[in-house]
């Protein structure tokens, strides 16, 4: 640990906060909380080689810590939530508002209308839900209108407008379903006495309308009202087969969230059931992926937490399967043993697994059909390429010296098909002097299967040479050096024609341009090279930055890289003319570096 991330960590506090782990690009890697900032943060530090191997990456990148001190533990875990979502750091699980759930809107205005929107605007209007089902809304709606004649025009009702006839029934009131409020049929007292009752409805309170209804049917009962009571009581009818088709358990258990997570492979899935008077109102799952060392109970209180947000959920009794690790304001958990509330958890459970279970499957399909096609493509390149076996490791080479400086090379390695960064290796050539593409291929190709051989490591199924047949040759000296030629397929790709060349064969092959083989081999040659090229360059621009040019007060590290790219060495800088200089470094610099190199010459 430098010194100063253990300057940050000395001078923690020991109170609840959020931190965040810095990389050298300045990006967020991780965003944590904790009940106490010196504990949570220090024990990342702890050089514990028992640690997760994920943990030991994540420290091996932190270069800097940020800290934000909060006054509990539930404000923490709000923040470390919003901070996530916000930055989708690395390393962190995942928790996208990857959905926009349906509402069910009473509009803030003379006569409501009532519909869905996927917008909870902030416009003084009723907002219920959110539903996570379309379908599930659209039937809520419908039954409401078997229920109530509610307006769905646009018009501006004021009272103003009604008395002065300024609108005409719509087709609505003809088919029955309106009763033209705009017109003076139905009064604000009666309309607003629907809008009243279809809030309790979707609010839960199903019972309570019951209950009103049948007052209401024996009212007109009494009164010989039959026709009026007929109505009504096809209304208490609608309802109770309504409720009927909802899941209900026990009408006490009224406004409780119950929360199940299960786990597999590091894969998760939280299920939500939102609970009013016994009937379950709204439903919800969340797939989650572990990427670090994370336990389940500071899980759950992710998920809680951005379900409840997502939910709009106010419960102050939440059912789970065990603790979570954050308590929320006027919460109250509970771990059912017994009755309705553990049937409730199961319930909740069953669906946790399948959901699970149907992503788990989805992963599984798509990486089989991933998994499939990689290996088509490798067999169709066993064939196109005359090789004796499937190539599932590949190594390539080349070789580069840009105007003869810095002589480098590079290997790159593809595993089933998709890049091994890790077995990616960069050359310095040391036995070549100038440059000789064939000389610094037989040394680069001996070196890395000289060492593969020493550390008893599995050799290629293919080599693939950047160059044509001399680079080729080169290569295949240095297998019969190390007696492993007949073990290896090998070939070159010249970059001209795209020509395929193999040992000890004049002719080259010609494979289709469109061709998926062709494809992947360039595709691997043209890696190669980019990771050949960086490193060259990286290679030259150390040499720039150290070089007799220092010497010379006024020459910057820009200046110095323009001259090295146009004449690539110092001698050639100082044998320039004054000119040739003062065109790239200015007539003030160009008298300098020709007065240095004759001074000293």
Known sequence: MNIKLNNIISNLPSVPGVYQFIDKNGIILYVGKAKNLKKRVSSYFLNDPSA?????VLVSKIIDIKY????????????????????QPRYNILLKDDKTFPWICIKNERFPRIYYTRSN????????????????????????????????????????????????????FHLGNCLAPCIGNQSIYQYNSNIKNIKKILKGSITDIIDYLNVLMKTYANKMDYENAQIIKNKIDIISNYRSKSTVVNSTISNV????????????????????????????????KRRLDERLDEILSLAILDIRQKMLSDSNLIIVPFIPDVKLPNVKYQIPKQGDKLKLLE?????????????????????????????????NLKVDMRLSKIPFHIECFDNSNLQGSNPVAACVVYKNGIPSKKDYRHFNIKSVIGPDDYESMREIVYRRYKSILDDNENLPDLIIVDGGKGQLSAAVDSLKELQIFDKI?????????????????????????????????????????????????????KRISKSVLDQIKGIGIKTKLELFKKFNSVEKIFKATEGQLAAIAGQKNAKKIKEYYSSNN
């Open 257 to 288: 969230d119950v929360y199940s997570l299960i786990e597999q492979d590091e894969q998760i899935s939280v299920n939500f059931l939102k609970v009013i008077n016994g009937a379950i109102v709204q439903v919800h799952s969340l797939f989650l």
């Open 52 to 56: 997760n191997k994920k943990v030991r």
């Open 68 to 87: 934000l001190i909060v006054d509990s533990e539930s404000d923490a875990l709000l923040l470390e939530n919003n901070l996530i979502k916000e930055y």
């Open 489 to 541: 397929n090998i070939i070159g790709i010249a970059k001209r024609l795209e020509e395929i060349f193999y040992p000890n064969d004049p002719v080259p092959l010609y494979i289709n341009k469109n061709s998926s083989s062709l494809k992947m081999i360039q595709k691997i040659r043209n890696e190669t090279h980019r990771f050949g090229i960086n490193f060259h360059r990286l290679k030259r621009s």
């Open 121 to 172: 605007n902030k416009d003084g209007s009723e907002y219920f839900g959110p539903y996570t089902s379309v379908v599930m809304v659209k039937t809520i709606l419908n039954f409401i209108k078997k229920l109530y004649t509610i307006r769905n025009c646009n018009y501006e009702l004021s009272q103003e407008k009604i008395e002065q006839k300024k609108y005409k029934p719509c087709m609505e």
């Open 347 to 379: 319930l909740s459970e069953r669906n946790s697994k399948i959901f699970l279970n149907e992503r788990l499957k989805i992963s599984f399909l798509k990486s089989e059909k991933s998994s499939n096609n990689v290996n088509k493509m490798l067999k």
